[in-house]
């Protein structure tokens, strides 16, 4: 996961229509003898930026011909004329005319299926049509690729409401996560090791029932030191982690909750995250940049919300592009964004009301790192859009609930 070269950054160039690009990284020598939070130099990979124009592709579609049943010949029937048994009349040639009947009505039924599917599929686009010369997109496999993504969300799912009967709460969970983001930032991380940390965070917490809330701050950024190693190229310091917290926990106590938590989570922390299928679904909804990056910002929201961490990543991602397509552009929810994303746009509609009520308490909230972040230039200031304060969102907000 840590090879960004694997990263599927398909996305066309805003003024250029040819082949897509895979970025990559220059790899760097370790520095040495680095002191706290001093020489931090990951830097976010380019595609954790705004997204580019996709170019739609189209795919033509094989033509089926019909099978013809075959005609079944009464005449090759003969007739019996003497006796039947032992008889020297003329000899009975029984034909199976039944089963010439039912192979027909087979052919039939199977005929009207493929028509079906030839008609369910006619306008979904083929979006990896284009990347068979590029092996590292792995276009054979990427469908695969994702259904097993999907498998292994289904097998670790985090439970609704998995911290009542706890000693922390939904409101601590959020001002943590509030304070992980600022973490990231200035550690200037890559996205997904945000929202892995967020997913350690989670699993652990709700395995884990008994954690003392003075431990929850070290939990977090034991979290994201995990997720740093699996994510980043060249992750901080344990050190520079102790000095984050303002030196409230030692690196011995950080490694301790690391051997800790690892334990818990049976060493698993391959987990699907929110933002690869959000790359999949603007891929196949040939979205553009603000498009895209207003997607993004409206997973992070909802990182820090407890009432949102047991919706599937999947889920998630569906969700926050089909909010994302209906504020900015009115698009509607495609034939070849249902069939990539696996979502209708009612499935979806359930968690798009939750998004547009988060999008109007995140006004007035006190957690406001993920809105400070998006007020940047290099993520388009998405934050200050004035469709996020548009009628659609209030419609919306009216018909979810957060509790």
Not at 181 to 192: D, G, K, Y
Not at 278 to 283: I, T
């Amino acid at each position: 996961m840590s090879l960004r070269a694997s990263q599927q950054n398909n996305l066309v160039g805003l003024d250029n229509n040819g082949p897509r690009k895979v970025e990559t990284r220059l790899l760097q020598g370790p520095t040495l003898q680095r002191t706290a939070l001093g020489e931090v130099s990951n830097r976010p990979a380019t595609y954790g930026g705004p997204r580019a124009t996709l170019k739609s592709l189209d795919i033509k579609q094989p033509t089926l011909k019909p099978i013809k049943p075959k005609v079944i010949n009464t005449s090759a029937v003969v007739r019996p004329t003497g006796k039947e048994n032992g008889s020297k009349g003329k000899k009975v040639q029984k034909t199976p005319v039944v089963q010439e009947e039912m192979e027909v009505e087979e052919v039939a039924r199977v005929e009207e299926l493929a028509v079906a599917f030839s008609s369910q599929r006619l306008n979904v686009e083929d979006i990896d049509s284009g990347d068979v010369e590029n092996p590292q997109l792995v276009s054979q496999y990427v469908n695969d690729i994702y259904k097993h993504l999907r498998q292994l969300e289904a097998e670790h799912p985090v439970s609704a409401r998995y911290l009542e009967g706890q000693n922390i709460t939904g409101k601590m969970r959020a001002i943590l996560v509030d304070w992980l983001v600022q973490v990231h930032i200035r550690f200037t991380l890559l996205p997904e090791t945000l929202y892995l940390t967020v997913a350690i965070l989670d699993r652990y917490l709700q395995k884990e029932r008994t954690t003392p809330r003075n431990k929850l701050q070290l939990v977090g950024v034991t979290a994201m030191l995990i997720a740093s190693k699996y994510e980043e190229m060249y992750c901080p310091e344990i050190r520079d982690f102790a000095f984050i917290t303002d030196k409230a926990y030692t690196t011995t106590e950080i490694r301790l909750m690391e051997v800790n938590i690892l334990k818990k989570l049976d060493f698993n922390v391959s987990y699907p995250l929110p933002l690869h299928f959000l790359r999949r679904n603007s891929k196949a909804g040939s979205v553009d940049a603000s498009q895209h990056t207003l997607a993004k910002y409206l997973m992070e929201l909802c990182l820090p919300e407890y009432s949102m961490c047991h919706y599937s990543p999947s889920h998630i991602a569906g969700a926050a592009l089909c909010l994302s397509l209906k504020l900015l552009d009115q698009m509607p929810w495609t034939d070849t964004l249902i069939f990539y994303s696996c979502y209708t746009e009612d499935e979806l509609m359930p968690v798009v009301c939750k998004m547009a009520a988060i999008i109007e308490k995140s006004t007035n909230s006190k957690l406001q790192a993920v809105r400070r972040k998006y007020q940047a230039g290099k993520q388009l200031k998405i934050s200050d859009c004035p469709q996020l304060k548009s009628k659609i969102v209030n419609r919306l907000a009216q018909r979810a609930s957060l509790t």
